[in-house]
């Protein structure tokens, strides 16, 4: 895994085999994104990732996408039912996947964290964006920069938002405990900064689950 702070310094990179790699066959080619585990069978990404006509979907848990390595097979994905591109290129950006076999029981799935919650931590997100020609497991330590609460959104100065980061996990610590608090849906260079949104998976918890 690359690391592009060292805030993270202290943490066990082995703990975010969650984070998965995501491949979509189009009719016009592959495209690859990010996705992270909510249960042994369940993974969820950014619905616009899944949006659109899809020949075949697959996920690695490898760090560096490979596209003759091993993958997962996919038994079933749904977007969010209220998301709906035309109006936000954000707001519910989520989507579940249903996974044909459970994942390892080595993997390290971090729970939902619940209703409203104090931003007193620090943020890790994840992704395979684009870097340097590869597409590897990554993680940032982005800050704190607003809600929209209207929109059930996160907002965090995000310098290294890329290409591939699309439906990473952010993760929130609070008190020595790893949150999954949103999804990396996209990012805007704005007049305050480049930025990005990420949808709370708070307010979604019984369609994550269910």
Not at 62 to 86: Q, T
């Amino acid at each position: 895994m690359t690391n592009l702070t060292a805030q993270a310094s202290n943490l066990d990179w082995s703990n975010f085999n969650a984070t998965l790699v995501l491949e979509v066959t189009r009719p016009e080619g592959i495209f690859t994104s990010t996705a992270v585990a909510i249960s042994p069978d369940t993974v969820i990404t950014a619905a616009h990732c899944l949006e659109g006509k899809i020949l075949k979907v697959r996920l690695s848990q490898e760090s560096e996408y490979n596209p003759k390595g091993k993958f997962i097979a996919v038994e079933s994905f749904d977007l969010h039912p209220d998301y709906n591109a035309s109006v936000s290129n954000f707001q519910n950006d989520i989507a579940k996947i249903k996974l044909k076999k459970p994942l390892s029981s080595s993997t390290t799935i971090y729970p939902l964290i619940k209703g409203p919650f104090a931003m007193d931590g620090n943020f890790y997100r994840l992704g395979y964006g684009a870097r340097e020609g590869k597409n590897i497991r990554t993680l940032i330590t982005p800050s704190f920069k607003g809600m929209r609460n209207f929109e059930n959104t996160l907002e965090l100065n995000d310098t290294y938002s890329y290409s591939g980061d699309s439906g990473g996990p952010v993760y929130l610590m609070r008190n020595n405990q790893m949150y999954l608090v949103a999804i990396h849906s996209t990012y805007s260079f704005g007049p305050e900064g480049k930025y990005s949104y990420n949808p709370m998976l708070s307010v979604h918890r019984n369609w994550l689950l269910n």
